[in-house]
Structures are given as C-alpha cells and as structure tokens.
Nanobody, 124 residues
Framework: QVQLAESGGGLVQAGGSLRLSCAASGRTFSSYGTGWFRQAAGKEREFVPAINWSGDTTYYVGSVKGRFTISRDNAKKTVYLQMNSLKPEDTARYYC?????????????????WGQGTQVTVSS
C-alpha cells in the first residue's frame, strides 16, 4: 500500500514559480512510475508530467513543456514538480499519482494510488 501527500501549492502571480512535492509512504514506491495530474474547476482531469521509477524517463503534456520539470528522489520517497513561468491557465488542483508499472505514463487508468491534491492558483 502506498499513500501520497502533496504539498507546495499556493497563490502566485503570473510568471512566478512554485515547487510541488509528493511524499510517499510504502517500501515499494521507488519502483513505481509517478505522475502529476491537474483538474481545474468545471473541467476534466488533465495529465501534466510523469516520470519512470528510476527518473531517467519523463513525459510532459505539450502545454507545460519547457516550463515544468518533474524529478524524483527515491531515497526520500518524494517526487517534485518544479513549475516556472506560471500562467493563469495553470490554475487547478494538482494531484500526485503512483503506478505499479515502472514506466512514465499519461494514462490515469494506469495509476493505482492517488493523493488528495494541492491547490495552485495563478493570478493575472
């Protein structure tokens, strides 16, 4: 069993930066692929980035490429999402998810564990 806890959200002005963290419990987390998803009010959940178990493969949705960076520290059982050049359209609740498959995947159906989310609000 894996439990995930996101932190680092908040209110930031457009052009600013935030770093989200996803802290995991469970001995097997280091073997899981991990992703971030977001859901804005009134919209469907959207894939953001994912990272494989070792951290050497990442995958981003086009709208965040060059602005967001996903990374992980398996010794700390933590995955990070560095978000730069934030835009008002990045406003959403951000969720961390872990998949027993070791690879980076954009498919929400492949994720087995989800956190409660952290709110990111970008003002214009």
């Amino acid at each position: 069993q894996v439990q995930l806890a996101e932190s680092g959200g908040g209110l930031v002005q457009a052009g600013g930066s935030l770093r989200l963290s996803c802290a995991a419990s469970g001995r097997t987390f280091s073997s899981y692929g991990t992703g971030w998803f977001r859901q804005a009010a009134g919209k469907e959940r959207e894939f953001v980035p994912a990272i494989n178990w070792s951290g050497d493969t990442t995958y981003y949705v086009g709208s965040v490429k060059g602005r967001f960076t996903i990374s992980r520290d398996n010794a700390k059982k933590t995955v990070y999402l560095q978000m730069n050049s934030l835009k008002p359209e990045d406003t959403a609740r951000y969720y961390c998810a872990a998949a027993k498959t070791a690879r980076a995947t954009s498919r929400a159906s492949e994720y087995d564990y989800w956190g409660q989310g952290t709110q990111v609000t970008v003002s214009s």
